[in-house]
């Protein structure tokens, strides 16, 4: 239990670190009072690792205001509120708008990845690195979905990939 709390720890201070100063969506054009994860039937993720993700403003890579917008949504649906079925309707809008949203393809794994739909997840990791292969946090993500997924070496090896491309990830 303290692993999981640590690593879920471990994953905010990355990525409020890395981040800096990161984006929230309006709260006005969301639900006031959203109900539990639960009650939406978004299933929360209960073993391994819950994981979410944030992005500075100069760090989203797509040119389209509405894509954005959807995605940060969909941010804030997943990270928020923990209703991630919701979420993935935001991320697919965005993506249909711009395929190559490389941002958008990486929330929707984590949303995937916390849902435990982890084929899917990495399905959506391998498309951002093919758009981004140089993204660090990307290949350490991958690396924690393949963990969870039992896939131990070949997240070794996302996680030693992630390291060579920035050394604040260090070694698993």
Known sequence: ????????????????????????????????????????????????????????GDEISTDSPVARERFLTGLTYSTRYARYNESLSYFDEALLIDQNFSQAWVAKAVALHNMKRFEEAIACYNRALFISPDDAGTWYLKGVTLHDSGNVEESAACYRRAAELDPRYGTR
């Open 1 to 56: 239990m303290r692993r999981l709390v640590f690593f879920g720890i471990l994953f905010l201070v990355l990525f409020a670190g890395l981040c800096g100063g990161c984006i929230v969506q309006d709260s006005n054009s969301l639900p006031r009072n959203p109900s539990p994860a639960g009650a939406t039937g978004s299933p929360v993720y209960s073993g391994g690792t819950a994981m979410a993700v944030a992005y500075k």
